[in-house]
């Protein structure tokens, strides 16, 4: 991957019935509550799969070689 890869969480706020998200390498965008409701569930999703990702290639790591 050729993107940096960022260790802060973006910033998070409900601003006149919206949520608006501001985060490090740029980030900002303004969504519904639907919007921004789906985009968690699809963060969380996506999160969970990248540390099981990472846990297996740790694990791979650890593996002595033959």
Same mark, same amino acid.
């Given at each position: 991957?050729?993107?940096?890869?960022? &260790?802060?969480?973006? &910033?998070?706020?409900?601003? =006149?019935?919206?949520?608006?998200?501001?985060?490090?390498?740029?980030? %900002?965008?303004?969504?519904?509550? =639907?919007?921004?409701?789906?985009? !968690?569930?699809?963060?969380?999703?996506?999160a969970?799969? !990248?540390?099981?990702?990472?846990?297996? &290639?740790? %694990?791979?790591? &650890?593996?002595?070689?033959?």
């Amino acid at each position: 991957m050729n993107t940096p890869i960022h &260790d802060t969480p973006s &910033d998070v706020a409900a601003i =006149d019935g919206c949520v608006v998200v501001s985060g490090p390498g740029g980030v %900002a965008v303004t969504l519904s509550a =639907d919007a921004a409701e789906e985009t !968690a569930n699809r963060l969380h999703k996506s999160a969970t799969e !990248a540390r099981n990702q990472r846990n297996t &290639d740790l %694990a791979l790591s &650890d593996t002595p070689e033959s």
